[in-house]
């Protein structure tokens, strides 16, 4: 199994007797599972069961799923109430005059409550309606497949991005490693030299310069560091590899890089450590960046 991004596009088309519908369906990045449908008035029947079908299919992201009638077709059972029309048109002319923005759209009058309503001359039998409804979910079913597959699509190559940011952080984290063994002979020499400059004259016992640089070293050991960077390198991969829904604990493991990395340039008293250890915190914040695409 390969990961899942949250972003994708889909649609399906589907027809019951005389009527003809599409389905449109978009998919962005979101903390959890959020689905708005928008349907034209009259099919609100429908709106747990589509939502039971993506929960089925999908964990996280903004899901936008919006059902389109074609124009013969989708005033079946329905017609306008014409004192609500010219009430609602009276209203968008007032507020366009004393506000001077644009004129409503018909397509945002019609949608008021009220302005559409059911036509009792062309009112659809139960059984009629259960079945229309049967083939919407039918055809959105087919839409929310569509869009998985997308995800997947995508998720595949956010997948390839991923990994090739883990191999730059545990290449970084191994030269961090080799520059941070030199870090003792180096704060020696540099203590050794200030220690010179601040008491010349003055001889300083090579066992107190030893305790002193020990000292320092100490301090600026990074090896805990390091262990754990590799240790999430290794977690990463796995997690990647699981075929499960991880986003969120990417996100939360980009937060453990980088606090390492911010660790490690503290203690660094090497030039050629720290920008290692800023190289680590670029790569991390770009890891960050692509794993709050995964679902």
């Known amino acids: ?20 519908w599409r389905w449109e369906v978009k998919s962005v990045n979101g903390r959890g599972l959020e689905l708005r449908l928008r ?21 996280r992201g903004n ?12 005033t079946r059972g329905l017609k306008v109430d014409p004192v609500a029309l010219n009430a609602a048109v009276r209203l968008a002319k007032q507020i366009a005059d004393e506000t001077g923005l ?27 309606r ?40 545990e290449t970084l984290t191994q030269e961090a490693s080799r520059l941070s063994a030199a870090q003792p002979a180096a704060l020696r020499d540099k203590l050794a030299a200030q ?11 090579e066992e107190r310069l030893t305790q002193e640089v020990a000292l320092l070293a100490t301090r600026a050991d990074i090896r805990e ?13 796995v997690l990647l590899s ?18 390492e990395a911010n660790t490690l340039c503290s203690k660094s008293s090497d030039i050629a450590l720290t920008r290692t250890g800023l190289a680590l915190k670029h790569v991390i914040d770009q890891f960050r960046e692509q794993a709050q695409n995964v679902e």
């Open 242 to 259: 699981s075929g499960e829904a991880v986003g969120r604990k990417l996100d939360f493991l980009a937060q453990e890089f980088n606090r």
């Open 195 to 205: 220690v010179k400059e601040l008491m010349a004259g003055t001889q300083l016992s």
């Open 102 to 128: 644009a004129p409503a759209r018909a397509d945002g009058i019609l949608s008021l409550k009220g302005v559409i309503v059911q036509d009792e001359a062309a009112v659809m039998t139960p059984e009629e």
């Open 63 to 74: 899901i936008q799923a919006t059902l389109t009638m074609e124009p013969r077709e989708e």
């Open 1 to 20: 199994m390969t990961v899942v991004s949250m972003t994708g596009f889909a649609e399906a088309h589907g027809a019951h007797e005389a009527a003809r």
């Open 130 to 169: 259960a079945a229309r409804d049967a083939a919407m979910l039918k055809s959105v079913a087919m839409a929310f497949d569509s869009l998985r597959r997308a995800r997947r699509t995508e998720g595949a190559k956010l997948a390839a991005v991923l990994n090739s940011q883990i191999d730059e952080i």
């Open 39 to 59: 349907m034209p008035p009259g099919f609100d029947g429908i709106e747990i069961a589509a939502r039971t079908l993506a929960a089925e299919r999908f964990k």
């Open 225 to 237: 560091e390091l262990d754990r960077l590799d240790a999430h390198v290794h977690e990463a991969r």
